[in-house]
């Protein structure tokens, strides 16, 4: 074989190679953005006709919410994340969702890691893990509990949601008077459909892949009834211990 054509030969050789290698790393880039391997936080739990502040949307227990999605939909697979303190913790009977019982004290853990929720599957409780996740210490900020034990729960919720939002009542409910801190947040599954991938080969693992952030939650805090009852009690106590001091 002359020189020439074996040059010619090499060189188409070599043009075919890198040909094939930018035609993978152009679909394996598609395939990254369509495979959800990113967090989307377009879901909002929110109380019912609550204005945004750019932090955990503030309300009282019972509370009225909704929860949508404002991207492209349907969400699917849908859970309800739920973070408190300590003493709701301590005083928790039950969390209800439109008057039937969502979760109880036991459905609740001491949060120990710096993220949640977990990364992995649980076949136990269903739950296909996640690569959305929270900061620990933003959740705690946000609630006023920096340095202090917080417990969560995980929990299915609904099938599906799309952008028209669905009504639910949530209510804490406490065996006494309580400094009720809870935010409630929201993670779901979206599927690209065929025309948003190439290849179509590429589609989303189990795990969900979209959330609400914090400022697209609710916090709920316990009613000012309670509150002023509560303090109202304490005042009363202290009130006649000061004056039964004094009478001695």
């Known amino acids: 074989m002359e020189k020439g054509q074996l040059k010619k030969q090499l060189l188409l050789m070599i043009i075919s190679i890198l040909s094939c290698l930018i035609v993978i790393s152009t679909v394996k880039a598609e395939c990254d953005i369509c495979s959800c391997c990113f967090c989307r936080h377009t879901i ?36 309800l994340l739920i973070v408190i303190n300590k003493q709701t913790y301590d005083n928790l009977n039950r969390i209800t969702i439109n008057g039937s019982i969502f979760l109880t004290k036991n459905d609740f853990q001491l949060v120990t890691e710096k993220e949640i929720p977990p990364l992995l599957s649980n076949s136990t409780t269903g739950y296909p893990g996640s690569i959305c996740n929270y900061s620990t210490t933003a959740i705690k900020d946000k609630m006023d509990e920096k340095g202090k034990p917080v417990y969560y729960s995980i929990k299915f919720f609904l099938p599906q949601i799309t952008k028209i939002p669905k009504e639910f009542n949530l209510t804490v409910e406490t065996t006494s008077p309580t400094n009720v801190k809870a935010i409630v947040l929201a993670l779901g599954k979206y599927d690209p459909s065929f025309q948003d991938c190439i290849p179509p080969s590429c589609f989303c693992s189990e ?42």
């Open 44 to 79: 909002k739990v929110i109380p019912k006709g609550a204005v945004e502040t750019g932090d955990p949307i503030v309300t009282t227990s019972p509370a009225s919410l909704t929860i949508f999605h404002t991207g492209s939909g349907p969400i699917k697979n849908v859970w």
């Open 207 to 248: 795990q969900l892949n979209t959330c609400s952030s914090l400022s697209k939650s609710t916090f709920v805090i316990p009613e000012p009834a309670t509150i002023t009852l509560t303090t109202a009690f304490f005042l009363a106590i202290m009130g006649f211990y000061f004056t039964k001091r004094r009478e001695e």
